[in-house]
């Protein structure tokens, strides 16, 4: 069964183009569910069958969830990944039969997606406070990420030939390696614009500091300036370095004061700590921006279609959540709004109704 399973990882990274995070999960899911078959049946996991990884096991598996007080949405991810799994085993001719197809899906919470009001968010776009490259790093930062609804691993894995300043287009390479092209607007151009000068003093400082003929960021420019004459501002830095780039290094647009790649971790505290000094708002995270960004582009009237391509979601039912977030703030106007909502209107609704009701009778 290990042999199996390894072999199935392979399928996924290779023919799935599955990303090593997603791998990872599936692994993890999937060796835990064959340790519960194999405890089932008194074996080492070596030595369980496909075949005993049968409908019994699966039930038996989601029981076992529901007892550790695992949400629904886990069980349902887990269960689908066993499921996977299994449509595997029997393309390989290993199981006859698939047992994934007789058990049904644990139904899951609808929770509505953390998001931030209009309001807040522009509150938060002008967190970033001072004239320094940092700060001016991290204005563009937020003005991408409500600009655009990127992912948090999506905006970190952007080089900078990704962003079109001209076109104010910035390509994307989403889940399952999907290629997606994002629109921005004015002020996340202008914030990139100012931000790729400060970018390209802190990569030629590092660079200078570690070696000078490493420099090629900065040789490259030169040169084009030699040949060419000087180009409009912004656009310059960003060919320049798109040029450097096609040797085969690739050349991160957001980067730390050492002038390497900002990381995942340091993007979503730079985020939490710009929202903790804009708003008294608890638990909104870097993915709390993109669920605003499809919130806000909903309410004003956005198709779900389009907001789906706009997020990279591979089926409409993701974008759907988005609805219930839309039909929770109809709800909270209608009680604000109605006259026989509120309580006062309830109570005098309720005394008119009791009187007809009298009179009729």
Excluded: C, W
Aim: hydrophobic share 40%; no cysteine.
């Amino acid at each position: 069964m290990i042999e199996h399973l390894k072999r199935f990882l392979q399928f996924l990274a290779l023919n799935r183009n599955a990303s090593r995070h997603t791998v990872r999960a599936y692994e993890s899911d999937l060796t835990q569910f064959i340790g519960y078959a194999a405890a089932q049946a008194d074996l080492k996991k070596r030595d369980l069958q496909p075949s005993q990884l049968d409908r019994e096991a699966l039930r038996g598996f989601l029981g076992q969830l529901h007892k550790q007080h695992l949400s629904r949405a886990t069980a349902a991810r887990k269960l689908a990944a066993a499921r996977t799994f299994l449509r595997y085993l029997r393309r390989e001719g290993l199981i006859d039969d698939d047992p994934g197809l007789l058990v049904v899906t644990p139904k899951r919470d609808i929770r509505m997606p953390a998001h931030l009001s209009e309001s807040e968010m522009l509150a938060l776009l002008d967190a970033p406070v001072g004239d320094t490259p940092l700060s001016r790093r991290d204005r563009a930062i937020l003005e991408l990420f409500y600009a655009s609804g990127l992912r948090l691993s999506e905006l970190t894995g952007l080089d900078v030939d990704d962003v079109n300043l001209s076109a104010r287009m910035v390509r994307v390479l989403g889940k399952g390696r999907k290629e997606r092209i994002i629109p921005f607007n004015v002020s996340t151009a202008k914030a990139i614009r100012v931000y790729l000068n400060d970018r390209e003093g802190l990569v030629r400082s590092v660079r200078l500091q570690a070696d000078p003929r490493k420099d090629s960021v900065r040789s490259v420019r030169l040169q084009a300036d030699r040949d060419h004459g000087p180009a409009k501002a912004g656009h310059s830095v960003r060919d320049s370095v798109r040029d450097a780039g096609r040797g085969g290094k690739r050349e991160p647009l957001f980067v730390n004061y050492r002038g390497g790649r900002l990381t995942v971790r340091s993007v979503d505290r730079l985020v939490r700590r710009y929202v903790a000094a804009s708003s008294a708002r608890m638990g909104i995270s870097p993915h709390a921006l993109r669920h605003s960004f499809a919130t806000h582009l909903l309410q004003r009237g956005a198709d779900l279609r389009a907001i789906q391509e706009l997020l990279g979601h591979a089926s409409l039912s993701t974008t759907q959540r988005y609805t219930h977030v839309n039909a929770a703030q109809l709800l909270e106007v209608y009680k604000k709004s109605h006259p026989r909502a509120g309580r006062a209107g309830s109570a005098g609704g309720a005394g008119r109704a009791g009187g007809e009701g009298k009179a009729g009778r």
